[in-house]
T-cell receptor, first 117, second 113 residues
Framework: DAGVTQSPTHLIKTRGQQVTLRCSPI?????VSWYQQVLGQGPQFIFQ???????GRGNFPDRFSARQFPNYSSELNVNALLLGDSALYLC????????????????FGPGTRLTVL | GQQLNQSPQSMFIQEGEDVSMNCTSS?????WLWYKQDPGEGPVLLIA?????ELTSNGRLTAQFGITRKDSFLNISASIPSDVGIYFC?????????????FGEGTQLTVNP
């Protein structure tokens, strides 16, 4: 079975541009979460979606937005890119979208490496 | 907000040695998870812990969910070169909406053959 897939794998943008990152969850999983990982740090939570509804939002500016589609895939959008947005963006999927034990164990994709110049 | 303190930050060991790393938090977590991340890749789940006091093994890896629900440790026995990587602890709390993970800062493990 395919794991979590993300596209693109790498992306280079310039300041002020906009970017869209894509994620497909594991088959049967209905929740997708997005994390930002800056070099040398642990991942930081950005958003969680379950059944197309936002279930949580981390401490990120409104330049960051996301959505989930009927097939449970998801997009993360970042507007007005800053140099500090350069990071590995990780997508994780789980069966459900609440802390309920094994059914909410999160599995990560390979990430999208975003570089902002 | 919630924070996880993970230690040590880095470890340099010889092949065959045992390794221990831990995470502590000022907040209670309902689930503790341990992930391993190789350069340029996403974190891979190693062990998940769902009950306070739970001790779980996965091959040479053993992890425990602390009784206070504010800490967890991961042990690796008889280390091998492919154990090299960054190990992260992560917690989930019912106090936050959804099931976001809070991560530690990671432990960089180097294994010398």
């Amino acid at each position: 079975d395919a794991g979590v897939t993300q596209s693109p794998t790498h992306l280079i943008k310039t300041r002020g541009q906009q970017v869209t990152l894509r994620c497909s969850p594991i088959s049967g999983h209905k929740s997708v979460s997005w994390y930002q990982q800056v070099l040398g740090q642990g991942p930081q939570f950005i958003f969680q979606y379950y059944e197309k509804e936002e279930r949580g939002r981390g401490n990120f500016p409104d330049r960051f937005s996301a959505r989930q589609f009927p097939n449970y895939s998801s997009e993360l959008n970042v507007n007005a890119l800053l140099l500090g947005d350069s990071a590995l963006y990780l997508c994780a999927s789980s069966l459900v979208g609440r802390t309920s034990g094994k059914t909410d164990t999160q599995y990560f994709g390979p990430g999208t490496r975003l570089t902002v110049l | 907000g919630q924070q996880l303190n993970q230690s040590p930050q880095s470890m340099f060991i010889q092949e065959g040695e045992d390794v221990s790393m831990n995470c502590t938090s000022s907040s209670i977590f309902n689930t503790w998870l341990w992930y391993k991340q190789d350069p340029g890749e996403g974190p891979v789940l190693l062990i998940a812990l769902y009950k306070a006091g739970e001790l779980t093994s996965n091959g040479r890896l053993t992890a425990q969910f602390g009784i206070t629900r504010k800490d967890s440790f991961l042990n690796i026995s008889a280390s091998i070169p492919s154990d090299v990587g960054i190990y992260f602890c992560a917690g989930q709390s019912k106090e936050t909406s959804g099931s976001r993970l809070t991560f530690g800062e990671g432990t960089q493990l180097t294994v010398n053959p």
